[in-house]
């Protein structure tokens, strides 16, 4: 508490000269900022209990640590602004699913990128998101010659650029497709990602993009890969050339993202298994035996927020050891797996990924209640 109060009266003495238009707003900020940090203190030791040396990871610690909690001083944005780029004419459900998840879980604002024959279905879903139609796949410029089509590109990338130092974490590749045009148009936002520091969780046709192009994503810290079964297959065979070895999964997991640079993985699965190349961590808690398509969508959304949630942390002056990308895919993984659980005992074969974002707020407030 003597620190506490030290730290306050330092930062109240620090805006006492500043003009009365902005240090209130400036001193309402640092205050909010000392509160994160002090109650940060209280769920470190098990922070550190929950990432010990052995491999199953304690999700729930880890929640409750990562979670911010809800102050009135807040303003919009600082819970987090996610960006989805995503979305074309086949797909529009699972940009829409790691939007609203993220929302769900607690971000203050959700953005679509989105092509622009996607974006009306997609803003139909809901009026929550903020959908943006920039994107543009093949067969609207076939006409184009070669120049028409790279300032059509570089239009494209304009339009993101204005956003990007806005955004505290990308998901990247959400129903995306496998337009040429179009991957091209996020390789260089991937690019231009990078340049500004921004995470970014890569899933579904985004995984594609990286494993044809590793380059994208190597030797990027704040980059996160969330492969399924047949993605981290396609993975394995292209970066460490073999086949997937079961006996030693972490192993050779942990080789996979030691080989791309650091990058942290989350291989989803009956146990969903994180590397960064240096540790390995587990997650089994809970679960459901319900497949149905688009829970990935809902994790990608998850590890975003939680991610960006963790990077606030790792400002602090009492951090926790561990990167904010692993502790980001903890967090999502045990969430959404108690989640899935949670649908699982209300709709039982019927459940739909509709239902488990329908259970994110509850599953998280079991876990970290509103005091």
């Known amino acids: 508490m003597l620190v506490k ?10 805006t006492s000269h500043s003009p009365s238009s902005s240090s209130s707003t400036v001193l309402r900020r640092q ?62 459900g699972a940009p829409y699913f790691a939007a609203i998840s993220a929302l769900k879980i607690g971000a203050d604002l ?5 092509t622009k024959d996607a974006a009306p279905v997609i803003k139909s879903y809901s009026p929550e998101l903020i959908v943006h139609p920039v994107l543009e ?28 130092e806005r955004f505290d974490c990308l998901v990247i590749g959400p129903g995306l497709g496998r337009d040429p045009f179009l991957l091209e148009c996020v390789s260089k936002i991937m690019l231009l990602a990078k340049k500004f520091n921004v995470p970014f969780v890569v899933d579904g046709d985004g995984l594609l993009l990286v494993t044809n192009s590793i380059d994208l994503v190597k030797s990027y810290p704040l980059a996160v890969l969330t492969p ?21 999964a972490e192993d050779q997991l942990r080789s996979l993202a030691k080989q791309i640079g650091g990058v942290t993985i989350l291989r989803k699965g009956k146990t969903d298994l994180i590397s960064n190349g240096e540790i390995v961590k587990s997650v089994s808690i809970y679960g459901s035996p319900r497949r ?11 590890v975003a927020v939680f991610l960006s949630w963790a990077q606030q942390l790792k400002s602090g002056p009492e951090s926790p050891s561990e990167s ?14 108690k989640a899935a659980s949670l649908a699982f005992t209300k709709h039982k074969r019927s459940t739909l990924t509709s239902d488990i974002i329908e259970c994110l707020g509850e599953s998280l407030e079991d876990i970290c209640p509103v005091s």
């Open 228 to 248: 399924n079964v047949n993605e981290y297959k396609r993975l394995v065979q292209k970066v460490l050339n073999c086949e997937v070895d079961e006996e030693k």
């Open 292 to 302: 149905c398509g688009g829970q990935g969508d809902i994790l990608s959304g998850s």
């Open 31 to 92: 205050q909010f900022l000392v509160r994160t940090l002090c109650a940060s203190r209280t769920h470190l030791p098990k922070l550190i209990k929950a990432m010990s040396s052995t491999s199953e990871a304690d999700a729930e610690s880890v929640l409750r640590t990562v979670t911010p909690s809800l102050d009135p001083e807040r303003h919009k944005g600082q819970a987090g602004k996610i960006a989805v780029i995503g979305g074309c004419r086949e797909y529009t």
């Open 5 to 14: 109060h030290c730290v306050i009266s330092a930062l109240t003495r620090s």
């Open 324 to 337: 904010p990308a692993i502790l980001g895919c903890i967090a999502a993984s045990g969430l959404l797996r």
């Open 137 to 164: 796949e093949s067969y609207t410029i076939s006409q184009f010659s070669e120049e028409e089509k790279r300032k059509v590109q570089d239009e494209v990338i304009g339009e993101v650029d204005k956003w990007m």
């Open 110 to 114: 959700s953005h679509v990128f989105c």
